[in-house]
C-alpha cells in the first residue's frame, strides 16, 4: 500500500508540472504555527486517542508554473501518543522537512492543495504520563529506536493575499512510512508508524 500511494503521487506531480510557464515567478517566505493530533498505528494494536501537541517553522513557497509550484517547509512538531486507559502518554519531537507540490485556484484569494514527501528526525522523546504499574508493555518500556522518519503529507487550505502578505489557513494530514521501533521478525511490533493531523495558521511574504 505504501509503495502504490508513492507511485501514484509521484506520477501526478509528474504530470502537473507540465504547466505554462509563468513570465514572472511566484517567490514567498514567511512562517506557520498550529496544533496536532497524533497517535502511533501499532501492529499487534494498542487502544489509543489522539494526543495534542504543537508544530510550526519556516515556509518557501516558489510558483513558476500556471495553478502549480513547489513549498518547502523547516518544521519541529510534537508527535506521540496517548493509551485510551488514560493511564499513558509519551510526547516525540521531530525536526521535519516536507517538500510538497502547491496546487491552488484563484488569483488574489486561492483555495490550495499541498502533497508530497517528508522527512524527519527525532530530537527528544518524554514520558508525559505514566501511571502503569510495573508494566512490561515494550511501547512503555523501551526508547525509539529508529529516530529517522519518512513519510507523506497532504491538506487543504484558504489564503488572502492582502497587498503582496499572505495570511493562510492549512489543515494537513501526515503518515509515516516508516516504524519508530524495530520491526524484525524477533520483535513483538511488525508496525510503529506516526500518523497525526493539523491546522496551521501562516504568515508568508512575496519577494519581488
Not at 64 to 80: C, D, I, P
Request: proline share 2%; aromatic share 12%; glycine share 8%.
Amino acid at each position: 500500500m505504501r509503495k502504490y500511494l508513492s507511485i501514484i503521487l509521484f506520477a501526478i506531480t509528474t504530470c502537473l508540472f507540465g504547466q505554462a510557464r509563468l513570465d514572472r515567478p511566484e517567490i514567498y517566505i514567511g512562517t506557520s504555527l498550529g496544533v496536532s493530533g497524533s497517535m502511533v498505528m501499532f501492529k499487534p494494536a494498542v487502544s489509543q486517542t489522539y494526543l495534542s501537541g504543537y508544530n510550526g517553522g519556516l515556509v518557501f513557497r516558489y510558483i513558476a508554473e500556471k495553478n502549480v509550484g513547489m513549498q518547502a517547509e523547516l518544521n519541529f512538531s510534537q508527535r506521540g501518543w496517548s493509551e485510551s486507559n488514560g493511564l499513558y502518554e509519551r510526547q516525540l519531537n521531530y525536526i521535519e522537512l516536507p517538500f510538497m507540490t502547491h496546487i491552488f485556484v484563484g488569483k488574489k484569494n486561492r483555495v490550495f492543495l499541498n502533497f508530497g514527501p517528508k522527512i524527519a528526525y527525532l530530537v527528544s522523546e518524554k514520558e508525559l504520563k505514566n501511571s502503569t504499574l510495573n508494566s512490561t508493555d515494550i511501547q512503555h518500556t523501551t526508547f525509539i529506536q529508529n529516530p529517522f522518519d519518512y513519510g507523506l503529507c497532504t491538506g487543504l487550505g484558504v489564503l488572502f493575499n492582502i497587498r503582496g502578505n499572505i495570511l493562510q489557513l492549512d489543515t494537513r494530514a501526515n503518515f509515516g512510512l516508516s516504524d519508530i521501533f524495530s520491526n524484525d521478525k524477533r520483535d513483538y511490533f511488525d508496525t510503529s508508524n506516526n500518523l497525526n493531523v493539523s491546522v496551521n495558521l501562516g504568515w508568508l511574504i512575496q519577494l519581488k
